[in-house]
């Protein structure tokens, strides 16, 4: 009787073994179907004679790279997409922590109306906010190129002024509107990771004798730093995958930024050098890759132990 | 000098008011408590005498001075929180000398008073550690490790024990008590439970729906309740209330059973009779007693058995040592007549006549 339930109990454990390794075998060709087109990328990028073909490289070469940064402007292109991206990100974040932490904290009728509002800007198609914030944009660089004509009559001086601070191809605009965009997800988050931190911590800094820089500094920020990582995160990686704002509102090459230099090299139409285009898709991977591995370390650091037995 | 006089303090909270003016003064270097069921404002009114919350009405002075305007690091006071609110992100060393690092005290200072608060509450090998890294009742000391080192003249605290075990508790209570006496600061002690105020206390203030229901020491409240809510609410089990009519010394219940409460009171209607469990005697009668046994609580040292009448009034009694009483059992109850209370129907308490009176009547 024993040995009849034993047998039967085990044909079960094995038939549920034959079936988890089926299971996993579909899985694994799936996922290495998906994962095809970026091994191609990887390989092609430093193969010798890449092709649009998955091929084993006969040889390791680093002269697409070499030719990214050497003969085209492929240093301008990183450059540009870092400043202008690094610094949206460090505005979003110092922006969101701010709004994020007062509409956590405040008890005012229009804290959820404000609060879906923001999330609205979330929810309309990017597209179609074109045409609105390309108005508000021009209008706003009239005025600031009203203003660095009158701040110097060098013309050099005001090409450079202009490029730095133009809402309309430069880098003030280009930062701000990724800003603009970034912001509302990343006030959500951060208004969410604020709601998780007790009012106690505040109250307790301020009996130690903390002015409210302080209870920011010493107190906030470090027990919101996860909260900063995952919105930094996500505003980083959108804006940098952005394709759309850089077309927009940069004309000239030197404000070309990697997803603008890629796609008008992939659009020349004489020969498509596989092995330039994959490297560029390589260091266009990289950031975002470094940005996560980074942020990383922080998202995972959570803080127990601060509050309650 | 670090007494401290709450002066009709009131406070609003958008128009409802939950702290309904109380006019209290804690003496230099008392232990205070105040205790009462939860939501009755007590941390609302510590809150506001650390500075937490503003006060709507009344006057707070610390040592004299007016403090309704102060901000709270400048009352000299420290508060341990509920949730003891250690900073995660800082060692147990750095949590204790925040206050101390904000004042930009010399480095080797802080560590030298840190050292020495540690000290006092068994921390020193726990300094490097961070507070996920401790237990319930090491955060605990923490915490009022914090509190401490900025050698306060007030010390606040709000519920600090609620969330440690039944055993650490007991322990903690003690440990307080000690460190009270070493330290010498004027404590103000929050609780909702009735035997930490009765243990520790100096002074009790029980609060109740915003206003004191009673203040004083700890057996004067278990000795001479004003009312039957301070009544109820000092002593486990809670007195035993019946409502009833008194003609001389007999007291009728509703059920028509009778009870000699003794002289001294004036007849009336509507009256509450009380009486604690400690001061009812249980004879086990195998005639009618009146009193029928629900349930007996048996903890080996002492025994709660739960009694009803005829018409369905509750009473606890406390038997010294064990008792095997089965469900059901019909009881004699002896009421020591010496040991009486008498509330009238809005709960006030009515006092006994002297015996002087009691004969010239
Ligand atoms: N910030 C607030 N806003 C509105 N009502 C509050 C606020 N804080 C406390 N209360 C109310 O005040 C009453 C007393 O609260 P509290 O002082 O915390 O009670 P206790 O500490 O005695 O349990 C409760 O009814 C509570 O709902
Ligand atoms: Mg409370």
């Known amino acids: 009787m024993v040995a009849v339930v034993r047998s039967s109990s085990e044909d079960v454990t094995v038939t549920h073994h034959a079936s988890q390794r089926r299971a996993y075998l579909t899985l694994v060709l799936i996922s290495l179907f998906c994962m095809m087109p970026f091994f191609w990328v990887v390989l092609a990028a430093f193969d010798p004679k890449a092709s649009q073909f998955l091929q084993i490289p006969q040889g390791v070469t680093l002269d697409h790279f070499k030719n990214i940064f050497a003969n085209e402007s492929g240093m301008r292109w990183v450059l540009n997409s870092v400043v202008i991206v690094g610094s949206a990100t460090i505005l979003t974040l110092i922006f969101a922590g701010f709004g994020g932490y007062a509409l956590s904290r405040t008890q005012a009728w229009w804290k959820r109306p404000l609060l879906y509002g923001i999330i609205l800007v979330r929810i309309v198609p990017p597209p179609a906010l074109i045409v609105p914030v390309y108005k508000v944009m021009l209008f706003l660089n009239d005025w600031i190129n009203g203003l660095i004509n009158q701040f110097t009559a060098d013309v050099e001086q005001q090409q450079m002024l202009s490029r730095m601070f133009s809402f309309i191809d430069g880098y003030l605009g280009l930062i701000l509107i990724h800003c603009a965009m970034q912001l509302p997800l990343a006030i959500w988050i951060m208004k969410t990771f604020f709601d998780a931190i007790p009012k106690d911590y505040e109250e307790a800094a301020a009996l130690d004798g903390a002015s409210q820089w302080q209870t920011v500094r010493h107190v906030l920020i470090p027990l919101a730093l996860p909260g900063f990582a995952a919105a930094g995160l996500f505003a980083f990686i959108n804006a940098w995958g952005d394709f759309l704002m850089p077309l927009m509102f940069t004309s000239s090459p030197e404000l070309q930024t990697l997803p603008l230099g890629m796609f008008r090299a992939f659009l020349r139409v004489d020969a498509i050098d596989y092995g330039f285009l994959t490297a560029l898709a390589v260091i266009y991977t990289l950031p975002a890759v470094i940005a996560f591995a980074f942020a990383r370390k922080f998202l995972t650091q959570t803080f127990s132990g601060g509050v309650k037995g | ?361």
């Open chain 2, 1 to 361: 000098m670090s007494h401290i006089e709450l002066i009709d303090i009131k406070k609003n909270y958008l128009g409802t008011e939950v702290v309904k003016g109380i006019s209290v003064t804690i003496d230099q270097g008392e232990f205070a408590v105040i205790v009462g069921p939860s939501g009755c404002g007590k941390s609302t009114l510590l809150r506001m005498i650390a500075g937490l919350e503003d006060i709507s009405s009344g006057e707070l002075r610390i040592g004299g001075k007016v403090m309704n305007h102060v901000s709270p690091d400048q009352r000299e006071i420290a508060m341990v929180f509920q949730s003891y609110a250690l900073y995660p992100h800082m060692t147990v060393g750095e949590n204790i000398g925040f206050a101390l690092a904000l004042k930009k005290v010399d480095k080797a200072e802080i560590k030298r008073r840190v050292m020495e608060a540690a000290q006092m509450l068994e921390l020193e090998h726990l300094l490097e550690r961070k507070p996920a890294a401790l237990s319930g009742g090491q955060r605990q000391r923490v915490a009022i490790g914090r509190a401490i080192v900025k050698r306060p003249k007030v010390i606040l605290f709000d519920e600090p024990l609620s969330n440690l075990d039944a055993k650490l508790r007991v322990q903690m209570r003690t440990e307080l008590m000690r460190l009270h006496r070493e330290f010498g600061s004027t404590v103000v002690y929050v609780t909702h439970d009735q035997v930490e105020a009765m243990t520790m206390a100096q002074k009790i203030i029980v609060l109740h729906n915003g206003y004191v229901s009673q203040l004083g020491k700890p057996m004067q409240l278990y000795r001479e309740p004003e009312n039957t809510f301070v009544a109820q609410f000092i002593g486990v089990p809670k007195m035993n209330l019946l409502r009833g009519k008194l003609q001389g010394s007999s007291f009728y219940l509703q059920s028509g059973q009778v009870i000699d409460i003794g002289n001294g009171f004036t007849s009336g209607n509507d009256l509450q009779l009380g009486i604690r469990p400690e001061h009812l005697k249980l004879h086990a009668t195998s005639a009618q007693g009146g009193w029928t046994v629900d349930v007996v609580e048996r903890l080996g040292v002492e025994s709660f058995v739960h009694l009803h009448n005829a018409t369905m009034e509750q009473l606890v009694v406390r038997v010294e040592g064990d008792c095997e009483l089965a469900a059901d059992t019909q009881v004699n109850l002896q009421f020591d007549a010496a040991s009486c209370y008498l509330f009238n129907d809005k709960g006030q308490r009515l006092l006994r006549k002297p015996a002087i009176e009691q004969a010239a009547g």
